[in-house]
């Protein structure tokens, strides 16, 4: 068995920060793909950013600039660093990673920026 455990998120004013954290556990001998989508109230889930496991990176352009994807590999851990947070990044954030060969999501974790 494989889950993603996350944590973080919360209600931030604008230009604040908030740090999203996500570790796979439970049967891991193998992570590839880390990542963070998010779903905002009426809109499809959208990728916010993924690190493989050569810790290169991906971000949507939305958010370039602002946020910032790591990974600690020795402990199966994505971290995701969100600053200059907007009102438009308010939205349900899922931790993704494939994991033994099988994608996985997290639970989701809120997060809410007011204008």
């Known amino acids: 068995q494989v889950r993603l455990v996350e944590s973080g998120g919360g209600l931030v004013q604008a230009g604040g920060s908030l740090r999203l954290s996500c570790t796979a556990s439970?049967?891991?001998?193998?992570?590839?793909?880390m990542g963070w989508y998010r779903q905002a109230p009426g809109k499809q889930r959208e990728l916010v950013a993924i690190?493989?496991?050569?810790?290169?990176?991906n971000y949507a352009d939305s958010v370039k600039g602002r946020f910032t994807i790591s990974r600690d590999n020795t402990k199966n851990t994505v971290i995701l660093q969100m600053n200059s947070l907007k009102p438009e990044d308010t939205a349900v954030y899922y931790c993704?990673?494939?994991?033994?060969?099988?994608?996985?999501w997290g639970q989701g974790t809120q997060v809410t920026v007011s204008s």
């Open positions: 993704n990673a494939i994991v033994n060969l099988g994608t996985y």
């Open positions: 439970g049967s891991v001998w193998r992570v590839t793909v």
């Open positions: 690190t493989m496991s050569d810790s290169s990176t």
